[in-house]
């Protein structure tokens, strides 16, 4: 009977020094896990970035869609264009045209 406990011992430290092991240092030890949750967080805070980038280009299209001044707008910034009656103005910087003559 003594013998029967005492391999019943020794198999259940076995069992645990096993188990023990995998926990620790096994491919799912607790540091692998805590790099999967760190990468799980960084990986969730740009997708809640991607979707407000997502939400403000939503917005822009819906906004281009339906509306003429967003097209006046683009026209005028992105194009330079003006109605015939208008005169178009440009200003020169002074910074750049400084920087010009210097390179030179």
């Given at each position: 009977m003594n013998k029967l406990y005492f391999l019943l011992i020794f198999f259940l430290i076995l069992i645990v020094s096993f188990l023990f092991r995998s926990i620790f240092f096994g491919d799912n030890n607790y540091s692998t896990r805590n790099e999967l949750i760190e990468e799980n967080n960084n990986l969730q805070n740009k997708n809640k970035d991607l979707k407000k980038?997502?939400?403000?280009?939503?917005?822009?299209?819906?906004?281009?869609q339906s509306s003429n001044d967003h097209i006046e707008n683009f026209a005028r910034e992105k194009l330079n264009?003006?109605?015939?009656?208008?005169?178009?103005?440009?200003?020169?910087?002074?910074?750049?045209?400084?920087?010009?003559?210097?390179?030179?």
């Open positions: 980038q997502n939400e403000i280009l939503e917005f822009e299209i819906n906004n281009a264009l003006t109605y015939p009656s208008e005169e178009f103005i440009t200003f020169k910087e002074q910074g750049k045209e400084k920087k010009q003559n210097e390179d030179k």
